[in-house]
């Protein structure tokens, strides 16, 4: 089996193979009857490269023309590689019915996709397979890690991902397996809220403090923050909002508990996050 990697090229295949466009990070070079089309919800048709800013939420949608069990990897500017589909969420079964769209994160689901830089093109790659794909040389859900998605081993970003992903395809008939490729662009206008630092800590307790400026809303950077800890296991319990401050408390199954405030001092773009977390005894 011959394999196209591209980036940005436009070679000519044989007349059966689908178009390469510079959006590819890997293609089959056969025409199959399986189909899968990725697209973000700000652009309903894949083609284009629509752009979000630190705090817009994203939706990732992904439809087949026949079952097959679908794989989702976002890859940034940086050739930083994430797996987003399978995962350990409730929405994070990877088997699709043909002609389904299924949407991630879901509405049934308990948090949001919230854009957190770095600034520049991102490509989602589906892989849709028949059969389901053993992704053990890729990426790997360790037992001991808080957050629902794997860890992933691989590095060298696009090329780094086709490279893997064509020797995890290869065993396949042709025809069984299939990809498609969205982008996404993240600007850099909208400054991203800094990631808070540790300021103080116990056995038991972890303090940490931020103060900056920014264009987001009070609500925009709470969920920023609410975000981060529900994409590490952490489930909402509560939170409470006034006009100046926003308060939640999260907790993970076992017990820890984490406590957010967000406040906007008043009549300026200024906001102090603290977030204290709690281990369970």
Request: glycine fraction near 6%.
């Amino acid at each position: 089996m011959t394999l196209a990697l591209v980036a940005g090229a436009s070679t000519a295949l044989a007349q059966t193979s689908p178009k390469i466009t510079s959006q590819s990070i890997i293609v089959n070079p056969v025409v199959s009857p399986l189909r899968v089309n990725v697209w973000t919800a700000k652009d309903t048709t894949g083609t284009q490269t629509p752009t979000y800013v630190a705090g817009d939420r994203i939706v990732l949608n992904v439809k087949t023309t026949q079952d097959a069990y679908v794989y989702l990897f976002n890859v940034n500017q940086q050739g930083n590689i994430n797996l987003i589909l399978p995962n350990r969420f409730t929405s994070g079964a990877n088997f699709i019915k043909a002609n389904t769209t299924k949407s991630f994160p879901s509405k049934e689901d308990k948090f949001t996709f919230d854009i957190a830089g770095p600034a520049g093109l991102n490509k989602v790659l589906a892989v849709a397979s028949t059969d389901e794909l053993d992704l053990d040389a890729i990426a790997q859900f360790k037992e001991d890690q808080e957050t629902g998605f794997a860890t992933v081993t691989i590095k060298g970003g696009q090329n780094g991902l086709a490279q893997a992903l064509s020797i995890i395809v290869k065993p396949l008939a042709s025809k069984d397996w299939v990809t498609d490729v969205a982008q996404y662009q993240i600007s850099a206008k909208v400054a991203t809220p800094p990631v808070p630092v540790v300021s103080t800590t116990t056995t038991t307790t972890s303090t940490w403090k931020s103060s900056f400026k920014s264009t987001l809303s009070l609500v925009r950077v709470y969920d920023f923050y609410a975000n981060q800890l529900k994409g590490q296991g952490y489930e909402s319990d509560e939170m409470t909002t006034s006009r100046m401050q926003v308060v939640g408390q999260l907790s993970l199954p076992g017990g820890t508990t984490a406590n957010l405030t967000v406040k906007q001092r008043p009549g300026t773009t200024m906001y102090d996050v603290v977030l204290v977390r709690k281990q369970a005894r």
